[in-house]
C-alpha cells in the first residue's frame, strides 16, 4: 500500500489558463475528499465522494472547479480559468465508509501546490 | 467563521517536556475531534482522534482531552522529542457528515 498519491507535485500557470489535478487514493477506499489549504490556514474542505458520486460541494467550489471521479478510483480536479486567488495547496484524502478516527479515518496525500502568475 | 480556533500559532519546549496544544471549537454538533501532525511538503498525518461521549483518549505519548462544556481540547505530548517538530492541526466533524473542519494549525518547536 503506497498511500494517497497526487500528481503533479507543483504547478505553475499564468492567470486565465486551465489546470487538472489528478489523485490516487489507497486501493480499498471508496471514499475521497479534497481540500484546499493557503498560507497560515488549515486545510479548507472543497467536495467528496462516495465512489463516483459527488456527494457534497462546499460553497468555496466556484463554477470554475470541477471535480470527478469515473468508475470510483482515481479523481481529477480542474480549474478553469485561473485566478490568483487559486494559488493555494489542494490536498486529497481517501478513506472507507465509517467513522472518523476508526475506519472512516481520513488519509491525506502530500497535495499538489499551485501557483497562479 | 472559523469554527475550530488554534489561537497559538507557535509553540517552543525543550526536549523532554511535555508539549500542550490546545484548540477551541464553536460548533456544538461537532461529535468528533481529530489531531494531524503536518511536516513540510507532506499531507497532514492522522495522529489521535476522540468522541464525545469520551474525555479522554490515550495512544502511546499522545493523549487527547475533550471537555465539552468549555468546548475545548487539548493535546498533551510527553516526552516530546525533537521528531515531534511539526505544524499540529485541530480537526472536528458532525456525525453524518465526513468532511472535516480544520484549526489554523500551531507549530511545534521542540528544542534538543
Known amino acids: 500500500d503506497t498511500g494517497v498519491s497526487q500528481d503533479p507535485r507543483h504547478k505553475i500557470t499564468k492567470r486565465g489558463q486551465n489546470v487538472t489535478f489528478r489523485c490516487d487514493p489507497i486501493?480499498?477506499?471508496?471514499?475521497l475528499y479534497w481540500y484546499r489549504q493557503t498560507l497560515g490556514q488549515g486545510p479548507e474542505f472543497l467536495t467528496y465522494?462516495?465512489?463516483?458520486?459527488?456527494?457534497?460541494k462546499s460553497r468555496l467550489l466556484s463554477d470554475r472547479f470541477s471535480a470527478e471521479r469515473p468508475k470510483g478510483s482515481f479523481s481529477t480536479l480542474e480549474i478553469q480559468r485561473t485566478e490568483q486567488g487559486d494559488s493555494a495547496m489542494y490536498l486529497c484524502?481517501?478513506?472507507?465508509?465509517?467513522?472518523?478516527?476508526?475506519?472512516?479515518?481520513?488519509?491525506f496525500g502530500p497535495g499538489t501546490r499551485l501557483l497562479v502568475l | 467563521d472559523q469554527q475550530v480556533k488554534q489561537n497559538s500559532p507557535s509553540l517552543s519546549v525543550q526536549e523532554g517536556r511535555i508539549s500542550i496544544l490546545n484548540c477551541d471549537y464553536t460548533?456544538?454538533?461537532?461529535?468528533?475531534f481529530l489531531w494531524y501532525k503536518k511536516y513540510p511538503a507532506e499531507g497532514p498525518t492522522f495522529l489521535i482522534s476522540?468522541?464525545?461521549?469520551?474525555d479522554k483518549n490515550e495512544d502511546g505519548r499522545f493523549t487527547v482531552f475533550l471537555n465539552k462544556s468549555a468546548k475545548h481540547l487539548s493535546l498533551h505530548i510527553v516526552p516530546s522529542q525533537p521528531g515531534d517538530s511539526a505544524v499540529y492541526f485541530c480537526?472536528?466533524?458532525?456525525?453524518?457528515?465526513?468532511?472535516?473542519?480544520f484549526g489554523t494549525g500551531t507549530r511545534l518547536t521542540i528544542i534538543p
Open positions: 476522540i468522541s464525545s461521549i469520551k
Open positions: 484524502a481517501s478513506s472507507k465508509v465509517g467513522r472518523q478516527g476508526a475506519d472512516g479515518t481520513q488519509y
Open positions: 486501493s480499498e477506499h471508496n471514499r
Open positions: 465522494f462516495q465512489n463516483e458520486a459527488q456527494l457534497e
Open positions: 480537526a472536528a466533524s458532525v456525525f453524518g457528515n465526513e468532511k472535516l473542519t
Open positions: 460548533n456544538s454538533m461537532f461529535d468528533y
